[in-house]
């Protein structure tokens, strides 16, 4: 067992995953190209990414916390706070605005009474603006757990609202 895999870290990454990181770290040239996979892995099981874990990443990947840090800061899908079980990036490229997207932003922020950056009082719900998601043939869209939703209008966010609330209960 290795210092990191006994380093008590299973509310950030289970030991199987953790024990692969190590492995894979250890075979490849440059491991700083694992930062994402690492931060992600930990984001899905913690549901974001603590100091711990920008700690771990670094002892894993044999890099300094700061290292790992640029990295997490700079891409806006890794969450450096505790973000709501659902967390909706909303489109706001061109091609999403001029299709709708700020009478989405509007509905939504109305329906979830949240701002965006903001998280509902339930903890189930982030309201997030994301630069161009790659979606435009289903513009107005919004991201939710890598999984895309458009064109949206307010009955279709009614609805994807409603499903969210009904899973979060199951």
Do not use: N
Request: overall charge negative; proline content about 5%; glycine content about 6%.
């Amino acid at each position: 067992m290795t210092s990191i895999e006994s380093q008590t870290t299973s509310h950030l990454l289970d030991q199987q995953t953790l024990a692969e990181f190590i492995q894979h770290a250890g075979e490849i040239e440059h491991p700083r190209e694992m930062i994402i996979d690492v931060l992600r892995a930990i984001q899905s099981h913690h549901g974001w990414v603590p100091d711990e874990g920008v700690e771990l990443t670094a002892s894993i990947l044999g890099l300094t916390p700061i290292e790992v840090e640029e990295i997490a800061t700079f891409y806006d899908k890794i969450f450096r706070r505790p973000v709501g079980r659902f967390v909706i990036h909303l489109c706001d490229s061109v091609c999403c605005w001029v299709r709708g997207a700020d009478e989405i932003a509007a509905y939504l922020k109305k329906v979830l009474d949240i701002e965006f950056g903001q998280t509902t009082a339930d903890g189930l719900f982030t309201l997030l603006p994301s630069c161009c998601l790659g979606c435009c043939g289903i513009a107005p869209a919004v991201m939710i757990r890598q999984e895309f939703f458009g064109p949206l209008t307010p009955e279709k966010v009614d609805e994807l609202i409603t499903s969210l609330r009904k899973e979060a209960l199951a």
